[in-house]
């Protein structure tokens, strides 16, 4: 990877100057091919650790690994030129000490170039946020519904329908900023509350599932795209690849079994005339 790549990208100081500007575009992605075609449309792409459910089919995201977010992310690196690209830290690689998240976070940027890692938590991971913006590693936060605390919480639910929620939340919210963060995910979060914080805190607000009143959003690609049989509630599907893809490929199996080899004729007749 050359220097030219690295500088050609957006940068961690131009999204977080992008603070109550013009709306934030943000995409997971999670392979080459989609991060070429993203690449010129979007502002961000995230590494998610979503890719564990979305790409691997597992229950939820605990069980991701670092060295398959490095995987992933090195794919997208490969893919893309132009859009900050930013690594999701997984369950158990950055909770436990500012070390261990440092350790992690500079291996995860050195093997995939990427610029930025987000890490999930609110007031409780402020030290390490610090510590990791002190030493070169910009952060991306994530408060309300963090996904790698479903066990705790038994499940996903929208944050801050109620109000008496509202206190933590905006600490967290608060907390986060002053660390460091150049951004912060709001997850599956009321509107008022979305609204209350993105109001009050100096760094951009990256929604999802938590209202236009942010200062960017957030989609699951494939969630977007119509490859969810289940999607979440708040997600606009702008295309249906999935029913689309279904289509194809019984198509392609008529073929096959029909012996038809459409747009394979001529190469065949070219091997045999020249035997
Ligand atoms: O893992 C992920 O894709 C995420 C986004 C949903 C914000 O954390």
Redesign the pocket.
Same mark, same amino acid.
Request: hydrophobic share 45%; aromatic share 4%; glycine share 10%.
């Given at each position: 990877m050359s220097v030219h790549d690295q500088t050609a990208r957006i940068t961690v100081p131009q999204i977080r100057a992008r603070k109550g500007g013009t709306p934030i575009v943000c995409l +997971?992605c999670y392979h080459a091919h989609t991060a070429r075609l993203l690449d010129n449309h979007v502002d961000v792409m &995230?590494v998610? /650790?979503? &890719?564990g459910m979305v790409m691997h089919g597992m229950e939820t +995201?605990l069980g991701v690994s670092l060295e398959l977010m490095i995987l992933h992310c090195q794919a997208v690196m490969r893919g893309s030129r132009r859009a900050l690209v930013v690594l /999701?830290m997984p369950f158990g690689s950055y909770e436990e000490s500012a070390e261990i998240a440092f350790r992690n976070g500079a291996r995860a940027m050195k093997e995939t170039g990427c610029t930025a890692l987000?890490i999930?938590g609110g007031a409780r991971m402020a030290s390490t946020i610090h510590y990791l913006t002190e030493r070169g590693i910009p952060v991306m936060a994530?408060i309300g519904l963090t996904?790698q605390m479903v066990q705790v919480m038994g499940g996903f639910r929208t944050t801050g329908r109620d109000a008496s929620e509202w206190p933590a939340l905006e600490a967290d919210a608060a907390a986060v900023a002053e660390a460091g963060a150049f951004a912060v995910?709001l997850?599956g979060m009321a509107e008022p509350l979305a609204a209350k914080i993105t109001a009050r805190i100096a760094i951009p607000t =990256?929604g999802?599932g938590a209202s236009p009143q942010c200062d960017g959003q =957030? &989609?699951?690609m494939e969630d977007m795209l119509g490859l969810n049989p289940h999607p979440p509630r708040f997600v606009r599907e702008y295309a249906h690849l999935g029913p689309a893809i279904e289509a194809a490929v019984v198509k392609y199996a008529d073929d096959v079994r029909n012996r038809r080899f459409p747009g394979q004729e001529n190469v065949y007749a070219m091997r045999k005339q020249s035997k």
């Amino acid at each position: 990877m050359s220097v030219h790549d690295q500088t050609a990208r957006i940068t961690v100081p131009q999204i977080r100057a992008r603070k109550g500007g013009t709306p934030i575009v943000c995409l +997971t992605c999670y392979h080459a091919h989609t991060a070429r075609l993203l690449d010129n449309h979007v502002d961000v792409m &995230l590494v998610g /650790d979503s &890719l564990g459910m979305v790409m691997h089919g597992m229950e939820t +995201t605990l069980g991701v690994s670092l060295e398959l977010m490095i995987l992933h992310c090195q794919a997208v690196m490969r893919g893309s030129r132009r859009a900050l690209v930013v690594l /999701d830290m997984p369950f158990g690689s950055y909770e436990e000490s500012a070390e261990i998240a440092f350790r992690n976070g500079a291996r995860a940027m050195k093997e995939t170039g990427c610029t930025a890692l987000k890490i999930e938590g609110g007031a409780r991971m402020a030290s390490t946020i610090h510590y990791l913006t002190e030493r070169g590693i910009p952060v991306m936060a994530h408060i309300g519904l963090t996904p790698q605390m479903v066990q705790v919480m038994g499940g996903f639910r929208t944050t801050g329908r109620d109000a008496s929620e509202w206190p933590a939340l905006e600490a967290d919210a608060a907390a986060v900023a002053e660390a460091g963060a150049f951004a912060v995910v709001l997850e599956g979060m009321a509107e008022p509350l979305a609204a209350k914080i993105t109001a009050r805190i100096a760094i951009p607000t =990256i929604g999802i599932g938590a209202s236009p009143q942010c200062d960017g959003q =957030i &989609l699951v690609m494939e969630d977007m795209l119509g490859l969810n049989p289940h999607p979440p509630r708040f997600v606009r599907e702008y295309a249906h690849l999935g029913p689309a893809i279904e289509a194809a490929v019984v198509k392609y199996a008529d073929d096959v079994r029909n012996r038809r080899f459409p747009g394979q004729e001529n190469v065949y007749a070219m091997r045999k005339q020249s035997k």
